[in-house]
Structures are given as structure tokens and as C-alpha cells.
């Protein structure tokens, strides 16, 4: 009894010992920013969060094991890696440096942490990543397609005839011997493409594979399809588009340019391979090939553009079951399209990431139906009706009404954004949703609908990419909040494979400056990095062989006249940075810096590197160059000033990147660079006298000058003082005058602001750095044309393109609205949410990834007394929320495991501060900073801690 006591006993000491000095556990394992993912990185990265109830816990070192096999994750058995103990605190960006991995190999991986004691945690659970195919040997596929083009008359559609062939369909039926252990997919399209097994669909993947310059890439996808799989005869089924490939892109159409669809090919293909491994070890591959059977089925017109009709009574009737009589289909054909470069879709798939039901069903006087979903969104309308064969119901998409009830459509353009379906009259009632198409709207306007439309009859189906939620962001304001939620619905909207500029009219396609502009900020909202990964390849691969980058990326020539722009261009430059800020992706650097530094060779050479000098000539950046500070309101900043700061600010960007992959020589470059940039834009711009900048009448190289409000441009507007402050561009005394005139700018517009797209974002960070947060909060508060809270009060649910895009209730001021430019989904004026979230919540970043960061609340004196936000970083959580009670502050953060934080709290009286309910000179660990400035620094590690101090009046 006694041994069994003592045994007991030991046994509960070693229990809570492992408590107290291991409880430091990692979790949320990623490979390639993915969980369990299929890669082709041949080297790819690991990353996790460690979790601990200890605060001011971090790592101090780690043991990564990487197995072929689940059973061999133990110390000494792992076959592919063990990394032994690394000493550091890196949990993130941590490359694979095991034996080389090959094609199809499945890989099983655990990690292990030291806490700040040096006790070993716990073991993570195992996680997974599977390689895809590596080499192009592994393909053993071909091209596959069918030219329907002559299946099809010209459709004319507001003047102009659009070419919309039918859809091809593939089937080839499989026997499977016996019990399959394993099945792989890998498929890809010049195109678009929908998969079925057994009639059942393969993943949830829609416009599927993407968009990229299919000459440079394409991408393919890996699915798991065990489970889909039985043994007996098997169908395979396909359906191909049109797409980004050969489908109609942009506003080519609109502007009579020589191409307007097929830019990259007149014939979409596919490339599938099944891949079956048995139960005893055999194996079979069924690859495309002339073996396949092809026909055209009910998809009679699909374009992304122009929408879908579908025609259920000529889809063949089962051809999903095995013994379908196929004989009447034609044999697949090869399609030659060369050597294709195929690799797989390194991001999140665009999919349905949410469902909406109608909000309202209103009938219009010509028996049409209005739908209101209440929100305007990006995707589809999943339609369940019955009723008699051949009964057509058409449904078109817009975002707003006209002020009598009818469906807005002018401003989608030549995009005809109308989905139709032509029942088979099934008693038991039908269901579509289209797969190769999709819309930005919140009406729906509905003719044919049999019998009386109900709001069971309409489901909205949000489409985006399945970027994972990363922010989160409330008030006890509800315009403040309105407008957040605005922000957010408007990236979902926007971010469909690739950054695109608005979902709803002749263009979707991804803009560099709007991605610019709002890529950092979009890493607040969600985690971007696998996104943007793919993105930034797509610039990449659209760069111009003369170095500059394009006005958008993928680059099909949709325009003659669409080359590059300052403040566009520099997105090759910026988004790459905004990745390693948030991510501390040095991988996208190093990969992307051939090409930065191309760029900027580029912009020297066009320079001439006069920037170097006072008297420079400036001579191709005259102030008619580019699109400058786009839709701002009132005078215009010059852009060759604009340009100015934005070369700088690139050069300030390369040295910081160049020091993070540790390249000194081209730091110290770049850094010079920057400098001589900055002293020339204050020798030109910068009136020594008052400090005003100006547009300068020194000499171009043509010999002209411009006196300031020529043309009716000015250096002495808002977004000028804005960028000059936020890039960092002047000396300390230049910046507090220039403070003073943007503050006297925005006060002389009746407390309003007069900023585009490359100086909203600026704006509001601008006045706080010079000491104006009251008027930052007044600009935000601002109900009145033109302000965020006016497109809110004229019933906003995204963000305007327009700060007039609509006017309720005013059906003159309508008429005269540019029907031409006006998307009511546009990302580019929710980059004030970067404001709101580093000043308002206060959580500022002080290294890449959020490895420390400040909590640097500001507190105003209007009307909002709640705050609260967060933030999953790579790292893990952070919050910081704050409320006002009476003359008290108290402020909640979290800070995740193995960071720090330095929080700086705003009170009147420093002795007020407590921390924990505890008083600061209770804490005996504590060493509180210096008391500037009416905030007191603390300096932080890990947990979550309540903060209350003494505001004052």
C-alpha cells in the first residue's frame, strides 16, 4: 500500500512538473501558408502557433520531424527529416531541409518547442502535406478539346454581336478491378473546367484553374478522390468553358479593340489524369486522350463576362451512368498548344464562402420581378423552380435600381452579366447554379419565372477566393461599423483568383494600383499571403520587357493605349513588400528581385537620373502622364510629383528588402538612392519660403514649366502633403509645416476631404503623424459628399469606385452620374481601414509578421467610446480593445505567445495606471518606459492583460 502511495504520488509530481515547465505546445500547422495542403514546392516552408497559460512565454528552440509514413514520427525513425534542436525563436517562413521529395509523395510532420526555461512543450499533433507533379515526365495527359465555334450564331447584344459558342462535355467510362487505397486528380484547362465522377462533382472549386499568361503558366489542381471511388465501372465526366483563355476579358469590346476574346487561344482544352493505386500495390493511370468521348450538352452559351444559358432539356439524359450509349458522341481531339509550363494553384480556390437569402420580391408593372438580396456581393443565384419544359427564365444582374424600381445596368457596360435557364419540366422540381460565370449585384431582375417568384425559389451564392478570416473590427458607432463591414464585403468581392477592380462591369481584372493601394490593408482582413503569392507571380509574368510594370496583371493587351502609370506600376515593388511586412516572406523577395530590380532600372533610366539633382528635367514625367491621383475631387496633384514620391518610395522599399535577404551592396544602393530622390523633390517642389509644395515652374525637359494651378493642377492639394508625409519624404521641421497646410486644406474644404485613389489611403495616417487625429476622426465621422458615411447614408453595402456613384432619392443628380465609371464595388477607398486599424485599435507592427508590435490605441474626443479589434497573425492572435468609462480608459489586449509588444497607454496621470487590477509598482517584474506625450510605454510579453488609466478632460 505504501509503495503504491508513493508511486501515486510520483506520479502526480511528474504531472504537474510537466504542467509548469511544458505546457508549451505548438498548433495550427501550415505548410505554404496551407493546411495539409498539395505543394510543388520542392523546399516548402513550415509554420505554427505556439499556445502556453504561462505568461511572457516564448520559444527558445525547436525539433521539426518530417516522415514518409504517420508511424515513423519518433525521434531516430523519421526517414525524410529531423531537424535535431535549433535554437531561436522562428516559427514561421522555416524551410524543409530533409531528403529531396518526389512526385505523389505524401509527407507527415510534427514539431516540437522549448519554452523560455529551456523545458521542452509537448509534441504537436501531425499534420500533412502531399508533393503534386514535379517533372513534366509525370504527365502522361494530352490536350483534349472540340471547336464548337461553328455551333453558333452571333448574338447581338447594344449594338455589337458576341460570339458565345456552347460548352464541350467529355465522359469515358473506367473499370476498377478491386478496393482503391489511393486516387489522385490532377487537372487543369486552357479555360475552365467542372469534373464529375459518377455524376458527382470533385471538389468545390469554381473557375478553376485561373487566370495567368498561359504562355508563361498554367496552373493545375490536385484532388483527393479516394472516397469517390468504388470498384465496378466508373464515369468520368468533364465540361469545359471559355474563360479568361478564349472567353472575352475586360472592355476590350467596349473600346472596338482588334481582339476581344480569345486572347490567349480560340479552343479551350483539357489535360486530367486519374491516378489509382490498389489495395495490393498495382496501379492505374487514366489519362485525356482521343479515347475520351465529347459532345455538346445543355451549356449552350458561358462566358464570365456575359454570363451563362442552359438549356436542361438537351443535357443527355444520364449520360452520368455507366452504359450510357455514347456511340452518337465524336471522338476527342488533340489540341496542339505546345509546351505549357504547369504548376500547381499555390493559393486558396475561389469557391462559395457564404449564402445569402432575398431580403424583398417586388413586381415590376411588365410582369418582371425585382429581387434585393441586401447586400451587394460577388457570385451567383442558385435558382429552385418548377415547371413545364421549355419555360424560360432569365435573370440579370445589377447593383443598384434607377429611382422608379427598374434594374441600374448602364454602368456594367458591354458586360451583359445575364444568366438564362430553359427547363426540362421535371415534376419533382429543378435546381441550377451556373459554373463559368459569375456577377457583382444585389438586384436581380427575373422574366419568365412560372407562376409567382418566392424568396425559397433564389439562393445568393458569395464567390470569392477562400482566403481564411484573419481581422476583426467593432465600435459602439454604427456608421463606423457599417462602413468595415463595407470594406470587408468588397474585398470578397474583389479578391476572385486575383485582385480585380470591380466584379460587375466590362473589366474585373486586377488593377496595380487599386492592389497597391489596398494590399497591405487586405492583410488585416485576411490572410492574403497564398493570394497574393499567386498574384504577385501574375505581375511578374506580365512585366514588360523594357522593365516597367503593367497597368494590370495578367497583361492581355485589352487596350492599345494601356502600358504603365506611376502609382500603378510600382505595385511590382509595393505588393511584395506588403507580403513580407505582414508574413515575413523573405521567399517572395528573393523570387521577385530579378524583376524589382529590373523595374527600377527601368524607372532610372527614365529619369535620367536626374532625381539625383535640384535641376533635373523631370522630362517624362509631365503633369498629363499616367492617372495620377484618380477620381479625386477639386484641384489635381501633379503626377509627375505623385511619380517622384513613389520612385523614392521604392527605393526606400528595395533597401529594406535587400537588407531582410541580406544583400548590404544593394541596400547601401538603394538607401543612397532614396535620399538623393527626397533631397531633389524638396529642391523642386518644395517652396523654401512658406514650405508649401507646388507644381513648380522650374524648366522640364522640353523646356516648359508649370505655375501651380495650370491645367488645373497644384502641388498645394491634399494628397500631395499626404504622400510626402506618409512616404516619409521631408525633414522633421518640413514635415510639421507640411502638417499644417493639409490641416489647413482639409479645413478650408469645410472639413472634407479631396483625395483619390493614390491619396485616401494617405490621408488620415497623414494628419495623425503631424498631431491632427481629431480632424482624421472628423474625416472619418463625415456624413456629407464627399466621405465614407455618404456612400453609407445613400445606402452603401461595398465601397464606392465613385465618391458620387449614387445619390438616394435624386433622380436628377442620377441622370448625370458617368454611367460610363461608376462600380459600386471598389476596393481602392477602404484602404482607410489601415488607419482605422493602426490608429483606432492601435496595433502597429515593429517587425515582419508581427514578431513585436506596439498597441497604440488613439482616443477621441467625439462620440465613440468602444474599439475593439483583432488580428491573427502568423504568429497568432492579437487584440486590442478600449473603452471609455466617464475620465477612465480601460484597455484589453492579447499578445500572442512568443512576441512582445510595447503598449502605449494615454492617461493624464502616469500613477493612475494599473495593471491586472493591480497597481504598476505592485508588479515588481515590471520596468513601466518613459511618460511622453500623454502616454505611458509598457513594454509586454505574452498573455492577455486588462490595462485601466486616468484619461483627464
Known amino acids: 500500500m505504501k509503495n503504491i502511495v508513493i508511486c501515486w504520488l510520483l506520479s502526480l509530481l511528474l504531472y504537474h512538473s510537466a504542467l509548469a515547465g511544458g505546457d508549451l505546445t505548438p498548433t495550427f500547422l501550415r505548410v505554404e501558408y496551407r493546411t495539409n495542403p498539395f505543394t510543388d514546392e520542392e523546399k516548402p516552408r513550415f509554420s505554427w502557433i505556439l499556445e502556453s497559460a504561462t505568461k511572457d512565454q516564448y520559444q527558445t528552440a525547436y525539433r521539426v520531424l518530417v516522415a514518409s509514413d504517420a508511424a515513423l514520427l519518433e525521434a531516430g525513425k523519421a526517414d525524410l527529416w529531423d531537424s535535431g534542436k535549433i535554437s531561436g525563436e522562428q516559427t514561421s517562413q522555416i524551410e524543409y531541409q530533409g531528403k ?63 460570339h458565345l459558342p456552347p460548352a464541350p462535355i467529355f465522359r469515358k467510362e473506367i473499370y476498377i478491378e478491386q478496393k482503391v487505397k489511393k486516387a489522385r486528380l490532377y487537372i487543369t ?158 493559393a486558396q480556390p475561389v469557391q462559395v464562402t457564404d449564402s445569402l437569402s432575398p431580403v424583398s420580391i417586388r413586381e415590376l408593372e411588365d410582369g418582371k420581378h425585382i429581387i434585393d438580396m441586401g447586400q451587394n456581393f460577388a457570385g451567383l443565384i442558385q435558382l429552385n423552380v418548377k415547371g413545364q419544359a421549355g419555360d424560360k427564365i432569365v435573370l440579370r444582374f445589377g447593383e443598384m435600381l434607377h429611382p422608379d424600381g427598374r434594374l441600374m445596368v448602364e454602368n456594367l457596360r458591354m458586360a451583359r452579366a445575364t444568366d438564362t435557364y430553359i427547363l426540362k419540366g421535371d415534376p419533382e422540381g429543378e435546381e441550377w447554379v451556373p459554373g463559368f460565370t459569375y456577377h457583382g449585384f444585389q438586384y436581380v431582375e427575373v422574366t419568365g419565372f412560372p407562376g409567382t417568384p418566392k424568396k425559397e425559389n433564389f439562393t445568393g451564392l458569395v464567390l470569392g477566393s477562400n482566403t481564411p478570416k484573419a481581422g476583426h473590427f467593432e465600435t459602439d458607432h454604427p456608421m463606423v461599423n457599417q462602413l468595415y463591414k463595407n470594406i470587408v464585403w468588397t474585398q470578397r468581392a474583389n479578391f476572385v483568383d486575383i485582385p480585380t477592380d470591380c466584379p460587375q ?139 517622384t514620391i513613389y520612385y523614392g518610395y521604392t527605393a526606400q522599399l528595395m533597401a529594406e528588402m535587400a537588407n531582410a535577404i541580406g544583400k548590404p551592396s544593394r541596400y547601401q544602393h538603394y538607401r543612397q538612392l532614396a535620399g538623393k530622390i527626397k533631397s531633389a523633390f524638396a529642391a523642386h517642389y518644395l517652396d523654401e519660403a512658406s514650405g508649401k509644395l507646388t507644381t513648380n515652374p522650374k524648366p522640364y525637359g522640353d523646356g516648359a514649366g508649370y505655375v501651380d494651378g495650370q491645367l488645373g493642377f497644384s502641388g498645394h492639394t491634399q494628397t500631395a502633403y499626404a504622400n510626402a508625409i506618409y512616404h516619409d ?90 454611367a460610363g465609371m461608376n462600380s459600386f464595388s471598389h476596393y481602392a477607398f477602404g484602404s482607410v481601414y489601415e488607419w482605422m486599424f493602426r490608429n483606432m485599435v492601435g496595433i502597429k507592427p515593429d517587425l515582419p509578421g508581427y514578431k513585436s508590435f506596439t498597441i497604440a490605441p488613439e482616443i477621441p474626443v467625439n462620440e465613440i467610446r468602444r474599439v475593439h479589434g483583432s488580428y491573427h497573425s502568423i504568429h497568432g492572435e492579437i487584440i486590442s480593445s478600449w473603452r471609455k468609462i466617464k475620465d477612465n480608459l480601460v484597455l484589453e489586449v492579447l499578445i500572442p505567445v512568443n512576441t512582445r509588444a510595447v503598449i502605449l497607454i494615454p492617461t493624464s496621470d502616469p500613477n493612475s495606471v494599473s495593471l491586472d487590477d493591480k497597481s504598476l509598482q505592485e508588479h515588481k517584474d515590471l520596468n513601466p518606459g518613459p511618460f511622453t506625450g500623454g502616454k505611458l510605454e509598457l513594454t509586454l510579453g505574452s498573455g492577455r492583460y486588462r490595462i485601466e488609466s486616468k484619461l483627464g478632460h
Open 100 to 162: 529531396p521529395l518526389s512526385s505523389r509523395q505524401q509527407c507527415f510532420w510534427k514539431v516540437l518547442s522549448w519554452d523560455k526555461h529551456g523545458e521542452q512543450g509537448r509534441w504537436s499533433d501531425a499534420a500533412t502535406w502531399e508533393m503534386a507533379l514535379l517533372h513534366p515526365g509525370d504527365w502522361q495527359s494530352a490536350w483534349i478539346g472540340k471547336d464548337f465555334s461553328a455551333r453558333t450564331a452571333p448574338v447581338p447584344f447594344k449594338g455589337k454581336e458576341l
Open 189 to 346: 484547362a486552357l479555360g475552365l473546367y467542372e469534373f464529375k465522377i459518377n455524376g458527382n462533382r470533385v471538389g468545390k472549386d469554381y473557375l478553376a484553374p485561373g487566370w495567368t499568361d498561359y504562355d508563361k503558366r498554367v496552373y493545375y489542381q490536385a484532388y483527393d478522390v479516394t472516397d469517390q471511388l468504388t470498384a465496378g465501372t466508373q464515369v468520368l465526366q468533364a465540361r469545359l468553358s471559355y474563360g479568361w483563355y478564349s472567353g472575352y476579358i475586360g472592355y476590350a469590346l467596349l473600346v472596338g479593340n482588334p481582339v476581344a476574346r480569345a486572347f490567349y487561344g480560340d479552343i479551350p482544352a483539357l489535360k486530367a489524369q486519374l491516378e489509382l493505386t490498389y489495395e495490393n500495390g498495382q496501379t492505374l493511370t487514366v489519362a485525356t486522350g482521343p479515347d475520351w468521348k465529347v459532345n455538346s450538352g445543355g451549356l449552350l452559351e458561358s462566358d464570365i463576362l456575359h454570363g451563362e444559358t442552359y438549356d436542361a432539356g438537351k443535357e443527355p439524359e444520364g449520360w452520368h451512368l455507366p452504359g450510357y450509349e455514347d456511340s452518337g458522341w465524336d471522338p476527342a481531339e488533340r489540341i496542339a498548344v505546345g509546351e505549357r509550363n504547369l504548376q500547381l494553384y499555390p
Open 505 to 643: 462591369r466590362d473589366e474585373r481584372m486586377g488593377w496595380t494600383g487599386d492592389a497597391q493601394i489596398y494590399g497591405g490593408t487586405s492583410a488585416l482582413n485576411m490572410d492574403v499571403a497564398a493570394f497574393f503569392t499567386k498574384w504577385i507571380r501574375d505581375l511578374q509574368d506580365a512585366q514588360w520587357d523594357y522593365g516597367a510594370y503593367p497597368d494590370y496583371a495578367p497583361a492581355p493587351r485589352v487596350r492599345a493605349t494601356d502600358t504603365f502609370a506611376p502609382g500603378w506600376m510600382e505595385a511590382g515593388i509595393i505588393n511584395p513588400y506588403e507580403m513580407y511586412r505582414a508574413y515575413g516572406d523573405t521567399r517572395i523577395i528573393e523570387r521577385s528581385w530579378e524583376n524589382m530590380e529590373k523595374f527600377m532600372a527601368f524607372h532610372g533610366k527614365r529619369s535620367g537620373e536626374q532625381y539625383f539633382y535640384p535641376e533635373g528635367s523631370f522630362a517624362d514625367l509631365n503633369p498629363k502622364g499616367g492617372y495620377g491621383d484618380w477620381l479625386s475631387v477639386g484641384k489635381k496633384t501633379p503626377p509627375d510629383l505623385l511619380a
Open 729 to 818: 519624404f521631408l525633414t522633421e521641421s518640413q514635415e510639421k509645416v507640411a502638417g499644417i497646410h493639409l490641416a489647413g486644406l482639409v479645413e478650408e474644404n469645410d472639413g472634407k476631404l479631396a483625395t483619390g485613389f493614390l491619396g485616401v489611403k494617405q490621408l488620415l495616417p497623414a494628419l495623425s503623424a503631424t498631431g491632427r487625429s481629431d480632424l482624421a476622426f472628423q474625416l472619418l465621422l463625415n456624413t456629407e459628399y464627399p466621405s465614407w458615411g455618404f456612400e453609407i447614408e445613400n445606402g452603401a453595402t461595398t465601397i464606392w469606385e465613385r465618391w458620387d456613384s449614387y445619390v438616394k432619392n435624386d433622380p436628377e443628380k442620377m441622370e448625370s452620374l458617368n
